[in-house]
């Protein structure tokens, strides 16, 4: 038996899943999206080419490799295929190479209104939801009204269809919300046709059976643990378990089979959408990092809000998934900067915390440890042994803080572009 190893975001999210992902799969011949749906978008720059993926794995592009749609994850038949269209327009040969497991959940184009009118209600308490369409469709899960991907299959999957659609359409009159869902439903039913064209399998048991014949499975996570339903940020918070937990309910494997857990962050923080962030800057240097990080969502181009690394939420994060390394990106966004401050503690009415506290909509106020930075371009370094005497001041820091290994880090988007300690 082999041991699934799993990779996740330790922050809010856009951590760079999808380049690591793409530089790790090289050992691995089984990559697993377990939760979230096309809220993910996972960039890959290789041979000149940027590609974005939303709900397929970040294998797909490796020659042999098998990657599995778990059964946590949400699927829109739509973007799905549009995906597939543009991979498969470039030569990806997407259809011996990806499994959909059949309890994953479809998006109805009613949940994407559902979504969109209930955000819109909501004001300035909104969320921040990619409005994809993402929580209600877990919300028909955990109320057993959801249609899978299994059901497709079933004679009866058309009247199954216009029940719940049906029944969205009941809801929808409580909003003041106009829309028109036709044009994309046609498109919806061709996604399903098309859906039918992959290898639909019994996620758990075929995700248990390679493991068993020794085959290496990296789980890939999305969004960031400070984004799961339990732990997060909550309300603030996606609609899945995005910490190492969800492996196994997304997957179906037994907690004995997780293997090494690689954790993903960043050299400093940042957020999309609303919600708490206590080391967010609001000035020329939150400026400064948005600038050159590019820090706008892959999917849906919004502004990201950025602030120093958070080393109470980190430590929070490394300790809720058992992470046995750590792999840092886009230390280069900070190669222009004098000094660097990382949150140590939180001031929280007053007291001194270093524990994620369970409220964090009052005032939380950041207590910084300044660094020095390393005012040099490490783009073109390809060692450790390279890196400026402050950058691995820096890194030394939060391992001795985290107890956990930096075994990688990132000095650019290329693959090219990452050191391995």
């Known amino acids: 038996m082999k041991k699934v190893d799993v990779v996740l975001g330790l922050q809010w999210g856009d951590e760079g899943k999808g380049k690591v992902v793409d530089v790790l799969t090289p050992s691995y011949q089984?990559?697993?999206?377990?939760?979230?749906?096309?809220?993910?978008g996972h960039s890959l720059h290789f041979e000149g080419k940027k590609y974005v993926l939303h709900t397929i794995p970040s294998g797909i592009f490796r020659d042999g490799s098998v990657n599995i749609i778990g059964g946590g994850v949400v699927i829109d038949p739509v973007i799905l295929s549009e995906e597939i269209a543009k991979l498969e327009a470039d030569g990806v040969d997407v259809?011996?190479?990806?499994?959909?497991?059949?309890?994953?959940?479809?998006?109805?184009?009613?949940?994407?209104?559902?979504?969109?009118?209930s955000e819109?209600?909501?004001?300035?308490?909104?969320?921040?939801?990619?409005?994809?369409?993402?929580?209600?469709?877990?919300?028909?899960?955990?109320?057993?009204?959801?249609?899978?991907?299994?059901?497709?299959?079933?004679?009866?999957?058309?009247?199954?269809?216009?029940?719940?659609?049906?029944?969205?359409?009941?809801?929808?009159?409580q909003y003041d919300f106009p829309f028109d869902i036709d044009d994309y439903e046609k498109e919806w039913m061709k996604g399903i046709e098309n859906l039918k064209r992959f290898r639909i399998i019994e996620g758990e048991h075929v995700v248990n059976a390679l493991s068993n014949e020794g085959k290496a499975i990296l789980a890939e996570g999305a969004q960031g643990s400070m984004l799961d339903i339990d732990f997060g940020t909550y309300p603030y918070v996606t609609s899945s378990n995005t910490l190492c937990a969800g492996v196994c309910t997304g997957l179906g494997v037994a907690p004995?089979?997780?293997?090494?857990?690689?954790?993903?962050?960043?050299?400093?923080?940042?957020?999309?959408?609303?919600?708490?962030?206590?080391?967010?800057?609001?000035?020329?240097?939150?400026?400064?990092?948005?600038?050159?990080?590019?820090?706008?969502?892959a999917t849906t181009g919004r502004p990201r809000r950025c602030g120093w690394l958070d080393m109470v939420a980190l430590k929070y994060s490394v300790m809720m998934n058992?992470?046995?390394?750590?792999?840092?990106?886009?230390?280069?966004?900070?190669?222009?900067?004098?000094?660097?401050?990382?949150?140590v503690a939180y001031r929280v009415n007053g007291q001194e915390t270093t524990e994620f506290p369970y409220e964090t909509n009052e005032e939380i106020v950041p207590v910084y440890k300044e660094f020095d930075g390393w005012k040099c371009d490490i783009n073109g370094m390809?060692?450790?042994?390279?890196?400026?005497?402050?950058l691995k001041?820096?890194?030394?820091?939060?391992?001795?803080?985290?107890?956990?290994?930096?075994?990688?880090?990132s000095v650019g988007p290329d693959r090219e572009e990452t050191i391995i300690r």
């Open 30 to 40: 089984v990559i697993a999206r377990f939760q979230g749906g096309p809220n993910a």
């Open 95 to 117: 259809a011996g190479k990806l499994l959909i497991a059949k309890k994953a959940h479809l998006i109805l184009p009613t949940h994407r209104i559902i979504d969109a009118a």
């Open 120 to 173: 819109a209600s909501k004001g300035k308490t909104k969320i921040g939801s990619t409005l994809k369409g993402i929580g209600p469709t877990y919300m028909d899960k955990t109320g057993r009204n959801g249609l899978r991907v299994g059901d497709i299959l079933s004679p009866s999957f058309e009247e199954r269809y216009r029940r719940l659609k049906e029944k969205h359409l009941e809801m929808l009159g």
């Open 256 to 297: 004995s089979r997780i293997g090494d857990v690689y954790g993903i962050f960043k050299a400093y923080c940042t957020r999309v959408g609303s919600g708490p962030f206590p080391t967010e800057l609001f000035d020329e240097d939150g400026e400064k990092m948005r600038r050159i990080g590019m820090e706008f969502g």
């Open 322 to 343: 058992g992470v046995t390394s750590l792999i840092m990106m886009k230390a280069d966004v900070l190669n222009d900067f004098d000094k660097l401050k990382v949150a």
């Open 382 to 390: 390809r060692s450790y042994e390279e890196f400026p005497a402050e």
């Open 393 to 409: 001041a820096y890194i030394e820091f939060i391992e001795r803080e985290t107890g956990v290994p930096v075994k990688i880090v």
